[in-house]
């Protein structure tokens, strides 16, 4: 605990608690020219001016830093509380987190710093399958014994480890351990991990499209025709461009910069800044969401595929097609594989836009995901998970119950959300189904893979976080 009767992190580097991240590394820059050892300055002073600059960069350390120093304050006969940081809107300190059942949401000053707890009705989860009336429990049953039967291995109940109160409007995204979700007037980060609310920022209109991240700054796109840039840290306002009405082409990001796709341009901004860098003409309406590989900005049309560079905006190539894309691109190193209906897929060089291999299941796909190398695509009918190698080869074909989105890739193995409640683990080198377990709700669209634990979404758009090891290391493989 940081005692304050040694310099806080934020004396040593001599900020006020209100700093933003780049004020903080403005200011480490500054003393360490004259606090590094070989510049004259004593060692242990520079570990110490490292270590809180390290702490104050990094949004969850610092927020437990500034949990610790309110403790130590309180302690020392002061006032409880974290420190005051401005910005904050009036909207935004009277904001209170918000209780779900019998929940123990708790929160003071617009912070949310109580644990979940489960409703009394979802408290036997981990136990017993869910299930909401008979009918759905013999279905239920009846799945289990077919799975059983035909892998070896009954789904277990999930172990769930947190969810959301709130509901999402827009698939959620992850930057590191952090979860930004979007309600119909505001914009919300949740710590992966445990599942507490790190800020709130209000937003005039509703979120339009998942948000993307770049430089540390959260960018959503809300129906205003509105581009907002959140400090990732704490979802301080850094800057607002007025864009248009948001295409379906979203938002795609490559290292500072952030491409806004609408009905008949991509525009580019600079993520920390918000100031335009440059402009691009399309063809035809977007699709589907860009994309972006290497230097490369695609975009799928509805009439082919228009690709940009993304330094000053320049059309590399355009691909025209008969038909509109009607699948999300994947991208996959230095090529991006392409639907153009039917089932059929092409894989495009990126750099010149000349097919490079194709593969043709002759049913519509529901979903597609690479790791790089592997393309790993969701077939509608018959259902199933199929793995295909750079040449259009494939791998492997692995059934499922139902026609499901894509998986998410975590350390070798992909993770399917069926629509009937299941989560199938499936190995991505031979096919193999490794195990499977029950969610306590229907999912909606991908999971999200973090670590060791995998976040789904529920057609209501709450989200709930289940742990891996517990059910998948007693599968047997």
Request: glycine letters at 10%; one cysteine or more.
């Amino acid at each position: 605990m940081p005692s304050l009767e040694e310099p806080t992190h934020y004396e040593r580097l001599q900020v006020d608690d209100g700093a933003t991240t780049d004020d903080i590394r403005r200011a480490y820059r500054a003393l360490a020219k004259v606090a590094h050892p070989d510049a004259g300055g004593d060692a242990d002073e520079f570990r110490l001016l490292t270590e809180a600059y390290e702490t104050l960069c990094n949004p969850l350390l610092r927020r437990e830093y500034d949990d610790r120093l309110s403790v130590e304050q309180f302690v020392q006969g002061g006032s409880f509380g974290r420190p005051h940081r401005p910005g904050r809107t009036a909207t935004d300190r009277s904001w209170r987190a918000r209780s779900a059942g019998s929940g123990g949401w708790t929160g003071t000053d617009g912070d949310f710093t109580g644990d979940v707890e489960f409703p009394s009705y979802l408290r036997d989860i981990a136990d017993a399958p869910w299930a909401k009336s008979a009918e759905t429990a013999s279905q239920r049953e009846q799945n289990d014994a077919e799975r059983e039967a035909r892998f070896g291995a009954k789904a277990r109940a999930a172990d769930i480890l947190w969810w959301s109160p709130d509901a999402s409007i827009v698939p959620p995204t992850l930057a590191g351990q952090v979860v930004v979700m979007a309600t119909g007037d505001a914009v919300l980060a949740v710590d992966a991990f445990h599942g507490r609310y790190l800020w709130r920022a209000e937003t005039v209109a509703a979120a339009a499209a998942p948000a993307a991240f770049a430089d540390e700054t959260v960018i959503v796109w809300t129906e205003d025709g509105v581009l907002h840039g959140f400090e990732l840290g704490r979802g301080v306002t850094r800057w607002e461009a007025t864009v248009g009405p948001p295409g379906r082409g979203q938002l795609t990001v490559v290292n500072d910069l952030v491409a806004a796709t609408t009905e008949t341009h991509l525009l580019a901004f600079d993520s920390l800044t918000g100031k335009p860098r440059w402009n691009g003409s399309l063809v035809a309406p977007p699709a589907v969401p860009a994309v972006t590989v290497g230097s490369t900005i695609v975009v799928g049309t509805e009439r082919g595929v228009d690709a940009f560079d993304v330094r000053k905006g320049k059309a590399r190539w355009r691909a025209p097609s008969h038909v509109p894309i009607n699948v999300p691109l994947c991208p996959a190193r230095d090529s991006v594989w392409v639907s153009a209906g039917g089932g059929k897929l092409h894989r495009m060089d990126i750099q010149s836009g000349a097919g490079v291999s194709t593969w043709d299941v002759g049913s519509p796909i529901a979903g597609l995901v690479a790791d790089g190398h592997t393309l790993f695509a969701t077939v509608v009918g018959p259902a199933q998970l199929v793995a295909v190698d750079p040449n259009g080869w494939v791998r492997w074909a692995t059934a499922l119950a139902a026609t499901s989105p894509e998986p998410a890739l975590i350390a070798g193995t992909a993770y399917v959300a069926e629509p009937s409640g299941k989560l199938i683990a499936i190995d991505t080198v031979d096919g193999e189904v490794i195990g499977g377990m029950n969610l306590p709700f229907a999912p909606f669209g991908p999971p999200l893979g973090f670590v060791d634990r995998i976040i789904v979404q529920e057609r209501g758009g709450h989200l709930w976080c289940a742990d891996l090891p517990g059910w998948l290391a007693s599968m047997p493989r």
